[in-house]
């Protein structure tokens, strides 16, 4: 059964066909939010599945893309004992994956959207969907939104800066009429239908308290799409690169998010504009994960935040995820510490382009 969040006292019946029907298998689909606020009712009667967008080797699937002989990679921990040819000719076999990634990010992960051709057509149709029926239908039936302007308003303001950290007071100053209480309660509903993923702070106590929240888009057309951009995406490099760290940020989450996986972002906390974009953690192991999708090959100097944070953290494994299929393999992990020379870390970074590793995060036949 669809959309089952618009039946009244839903969790009730279902908690009744479980108990007196002990045959039947149902399944009900519909947003995350009722769903989870009626777990109280079906405790140890029913599991809740998070479906994301499509990834980007489902939306190869779905359009019947041939794809090239890649090798199967379970864990990118693998790719620390490969050989300097490995790396050759798989980046090789990877180049033909960059123009279907590309449409990727203007398509989506949405089945009807990802099979249209016309790129505009597609974008629209996201647009439409998002804000005619997300934003305006189900805000106002569900949730009981009334200010759906100001819903708009911050919608907007996310896809502008989609991946970026965001100021609360910064927003409710910049976007007049709306107070701080109001911005973090649309953000709230956001994350809790499944629109936004929201990343805190690295580290434990008032530093993660305090701190602000990083927001990625759940698919990384979305911005594209509410901001028609069209084809242009591919020629504004920040649009594109926070397109990519949204894309890589929602593969790697529904890879791992089963398997109790923290997920959180690093800033240095002297001030001297160093961060990390992504940091995974589970059990004692932290894995951080830089995106620099950039026409150039990454060096150390690019990558100075995730070289700081592994010298302070004593990590010797890190992931730079980058745009080259031809910038792929190790990088020695130099220290970042300012007065300092840059003498080499004991550990290594491997740099993955990035529509492999997407290509590889969803591509699970283990």
């Given amino acids: ?43 140890g009667r029913w599991e809740t599945l998070k479906v994301p967008t499509l990834s980007f080797y489902e939306y190869l699937m779905l359009r019947k893309v041939t794809l090239p002989e890649i090798p199967q990679v379970k864990s990118f921990v693998e790719l620390f004992d490969w050989s300097e040819g490995e790396f050759l000719k798989v980046g090789r076999q990877a180049q033909g994956l960059v123009s279907h990634f590309h449409e990727y990010l203007m398509r989506g992960g949405f089945p009807e959207p990802a099979l249209i051709d016309d790129i505009t057509r597609t974008q629209k149709l996201l647009r439409e969907d998002i804000v005619d029926k997300v934003l305006k239908r189900d805000m106002t039936a569900i949730f009981g939104v009334r200010r759906i302007i100001e819903l708009e308003k911050i919608f907007l303001y996310l896809c502008l ?17 709306i107070s701080r209480s109001g911005v ?11 629109l936004v993923y929201r990343l805190k702070p690295h580290g434990y106590g008032k530093e993660v308290l305090r701190g602000k929240s990083k927001y990625y888009l759940a698919d990384p057309a979305l911005s594209g799409s509410v901001l028609l951009l069209g084809k242009r995406l591919l020629q504004r490099p920040e649009k594109l690169g926070a397109a990519v760290e949204a894309a890589f940020f929602k593969h790697i989450f529904t890879r791992y998010y089963q398997r109790s996986i923290g997920f959180s972002y690093w800033q240095d ?24 999708y950039q026409d150039k090959i990454v060096t150390q100097g690019n990558v100075p935040g995730l070289r700081l944070f592994l010298e302070q953290k004593s990590l010797n494994r890190g992931y730079v995820i980058t745009q080259r299929s031809d910038d792929f393999g190790p990088m020695e992990a130099h220290s970042a510490k300012p007065g300092k020379k840059s003498e080499p870390l004991n550990g290594l970074i491997i740099k993955i382009p990035a529509p492999l590793s997407c290509f590889w995060l969803s591509n699970d036949h283990s």
């Fill in 184 to 194: 973090t309660k649309f953000l709230e509903l956001f994350e809790q239908t499944h």
């Fill in 269 to 292: 906390r002297k001030g001297r504009g160093k961060e990390v974009d992504i940091i995974a953690e589970f059990g004692d192991n932290t894995i951080p994960f830089e995106v620099k």
């Fill in 1 to 43: 059964m669809d959309e089952i969040q618009y039946v009244d006292h839903w969790a009730i019946w279902l908690k009744h066909q479980s108990d007196f029907n002990k045959s039947y298998k149902i399944a009900v689909t519909g947003s995350a939010l009722p769903i989870e606020q009626g777990q109280e009712s079906g405790v």
């Fill in 161 to 177: 800066h989609d991946g970026g950290i965001m100021d609360i007071s910064k927003i409710a100053q910049e976007l007049e009429g």
